[in-house]
T-cell receptor
Framework: GDSVTQMEGPVTLSEEAFLTINCTYT??????LFWYVQYPGEGLQLLLK?????DKGSNKGFEATYRKETTSFHLEKGSVQVSDSAVYFCALPNSGNTPLVFGKGTRLSVIA | NAGVTQTPKFQVLKTGQSMTLQCAQD?????MSWYRQDPGMGLRLIHYSVGAGITDQGEVPNGYNVSRSTTEDFPLRLLSAAPSQTSVYFC?????????????FGQGTRLTVV
C-alpha cells in the first residue's frame, strides 16, 4: 500500500529559526498530500495540503511543495515561534477507499 | 457546528473489562475511521467505514469491534481490554471516499488498561 516516511524527531529550535521537516511518500498515482498538526492535548488538525504535482500548500507561515520527481512534500517555515511547538504529521490517502495513512510524526519544540 | 465529538476523554479500565468509545459527527460525512496513537508509532488505522452499514478493518483491528448503524455515529468497542490497548484513540470523519479529502479529528480518548 501507499506509505509515508518523515524525519524522526524531536526537533528543538530557537525562536525565529528556519524549520524543515522532511517527508517522502510512496503512492499509486498522484494523490493529494497533507500536513497535519497536533498541539498538546488536542486532536489533529489540517495545516496545509496540495492536490497535484508542483502545487504549494501554505498556512500560518508554513509551506510545502508537492514534488513528483522526488516524491517529497517537505514542510518549511522561515521563522518559527514558541506557539508552533507541536507534533507534525505528513499524510496521504491510501490506495482504494481506505483512509489517510500517516507518518510517525515529528515533535517540534521551539524555545524562546 | 460541533464537528467530531469523542467521549469519554479519559478512561481507566481493568484487564478483561469491556467498554465502548463513542464517536459522533454532525457534518453528514460518509467516511469515518478510528486510529490509535502510540509513542514512536504515529497513527495506526484500526477500523473504518465508508457509509452506514459498511465497515472494514485497518492495520491493527484485533481486539476491537465497530458498527455503523447511522451516518452520525461510529462507536469502537473493546471486547476484553488488555494492557497493550493502552493508547490515545482518535476518531476522524471526511466527506467522501474521493482521494484527497481532508479528515476532521475528534479531541481523542486517552485509555489506560491496568
Amino acid at each position: 500500500g501507499d506509505s509515508v516516511t518523515q524525519m524522526e524527531g524531536p526537533v528543538t529550535l530557537s525562536e525565529e529559526a528556519f524549520l524543515t521537516i522532511n517527508c517522502t511518500y510512496t503512492a499509486t498515482g498522484y494523490p493529494s498530500l497533507f500536513w497535519y498538526v497536533q498541539y498538546p492535548g488536542e486532536g489533529l488538525q489540517l495545516l496545509l495540503k496540495a492536490t497535484k504535482a508542483d502545487d504549494k500548500g501554505s498556512n500560518k507561515g508554513f509551506e510545502a511543495t508537492y514534488r513528483k520527481e522526488t516524491t517529497s512534500f517537505h514542510l518549511e517555515k522561515g521563522s518559527v515561534q514558541v506557539s508552533d511547538s507541536a507534533v507534525y504529521f505528513c499524510a496521504l490517502p491510501n490506495s482504494g477507499n481506505t483512509p489517510l495513512v500517516f507518518g510517525k510524526g515529528t515533535r517540534l519544540s521551539v524555545i524562546a | 457546528n460541533a464537528g467530531v465529538t469523542q467521549t469519554p476523554k479519559f478512561q481507566v479500565l481493568k484487564t478483561g473489562q469491556s467498554m465502548t468509545l463513542q464517536c459522533a459527527q454532525d457534518m453528514n460525512h460518509e467516511y469515518m475511521s478510528w486510529y490509535r496513537q502510540d509513542p514512536g508509532m504515529g497513527l495506526r488505522l484500526i477500523h473504518y467505514s465508508v457509509g452506514a452499514g459498511i465497515t472494514d478493518q485497518g492495520e491493527v483491528p484485533n481486539g476491537y469491534n465497530v458498527s455503523r448503524s447511522t451516518t452520525e455515529d461510529f462507536p469502537l468497542r473493546l471486547l476484553s481490554a488488555a494492557p497493550s490497548q493502552t493508547s490515545v484513540y482518535f476518531c476522524a470523519s471526511s466527506p467522501d471516499s474521493v482521494r484527497g479529502t481532508e479528515a476532521f479529528f475528534g479531541q481523542g480518548t486517552r485509555l489506560t488498561v491496568v
